[in-house]
């Protein structure tokens, strides 16, 4: 399993992720987010690895 992602692969996740973003609209943003956040969570089974995730979101 691969443990890191190119360049090339983050942006399309970026844009992805912006794409979804805008068709859940400003007012289901944050509910999307967080439904998106815990689906992938259930990807990376480490509670530790999640908590640095956000702390790193938070920081940037």
């Known amino acids: 399993m691969k443990q890191t992602l190119e360049f090339a692969e983050l942006e399309q996740i970026?844009?992805?992720l912006?794409?979804?973003i805008?068709?859940?609209g400003p007012e289901q943003e944050a509910v999307?987010?967080?439904?998106?956040?815990l689906l992938l969570a259930r990807q990376v089974p480490d509670?530790?690895?999640i908590r640095e995730a956000i702390a790193a979101a938070?920081?940037?």
């Open 47 to 49: 509670v530790d690895c």
């Open 22 to 24: 805008d068709e859940a």
């Open 14 to 16: 970026y844009d992805l």
């Open 32 to 37: 999307f987010l967080a439904k998106l956040a």
């Open 18 to 20: 912006a794409e979804a």
């Open 58 to 60: 938070l920081r940037t």
